[in-house]
């Protein structure tokens, strides 16, 4: 059936509201809404805002090139809006709310800064001395260990789902560890051992139980606890190395 002709259906949404800028308690408020089961959530918010509600507030960045902005809990499913459609959903019910874990600025905008200054924490680019006149070359094999998290779109959605960020509020994040391992990874790195001591700490790599949320909502098959797990293998190695280099040995 081609989308032209796709049947439409009468869609109850239940979307979350709140302005921190006002004395007024959070609510939920009803809409009802015309849509064909290949609209995406996104799409439903967008037409929505235009012909019913302007005032309700939430992020996308998709048509900008910028995906991973419109994460949210769809259904009591941490997802991104633009790739949840009505007709994967099977329900004529939505209840939208803003991702968990982060203070709401507004309806289903949070804000987003300690995620940001715990990624800006693990130093997240390539520290390599490189010889100019040399090209640094990385082998298919040594590329294909990153290329997973290299994918990372940095959305938030692991860190909306990790319950270690509530009951310990300064661990780092299954995002930012996963973009550490990234790098630490790399074969041209050559500078990381100052941010792997940093995160060698209950803030960091030991701050995570391997509950493996972050795996389950990931849209980018990331896997940050295999990273996670990564970094602490390398902290370990590190710490024998260290502890070999301090044993005196006999001649």
């Not at 918010?45 to 005032?55: A, T």
């Not at 939208?96 to 203070?103: N, S, T, Y």
């Not at 940050?224 to 502890?243: C, F």
Request: charged letters at 30%; hydrophobic letters at 35%.
């Amino acid at each position: 059936m081609s989308p032209s002709n796709e049947v439409i259906d009468v869609v109850r949404l239940d979307v979350f509201r709140y302005d921190a800028s006002r004395d007024e308690p959070p609510r939920f408020q009803t809409y009802e809404l015309a849509a064909a089961g290949s609209t995406s959530v996104l799409e439903m918010l967008l037409k929505l805002q235009d012909e019913q509600d302007p005032s309700l507030a939430f992020r996308y960045a998709c048509r900008g090139a910028v995906c991973g902005s419109c994460a949210m809990s769809i259904n009591g499913r941490l997802n991104l809006a633009c790739r949840v459609l009505l007709k994967n959903l099977d329900t004529d019910r939505l209840v939208i709310e803003p991702l968990p874990r982060l203070e709401i600025i507004k309806d289903l905008v949070v804000d987003m800064t300690p995620f940001w200054e715990k990624y800006e924490r693990i130093r997240p680019w390539l520290h390599a001395q490189i010889d100019d006149a040399r090209e640094s070359r990385v082998s298919q094999r040594q590329r294909e260990r990153i290329d997973r998290y290299v994918h990372c779109i940095l959305c938030g959605l692991c860190y909306g789902a990790c319950p270690m960020m509530s009951r310990n509020e300064s661990f780092t994040g299954p995002a930012a560890l996963a973009k550490l391992y990234r790098f630490a990874a790399d074969s041209r790195e050559n500078g990381r051992r100052e941010t792997l001591v940093q995160e060698d700490a209950h803030e960091g790599v030991w701050g995570c139980r391997t509950i493996t949320r972050c795996i389950r909502v990931c849209p980018k098959n990331v896997r940050p606890t295999d990273a996670i797990e990564g970094v602490r293998r390398k902290l370990l190695t590190q710490r024998i190395q260290d502890a070999f280099r301090r044993t005196p040995h006999e001649d």
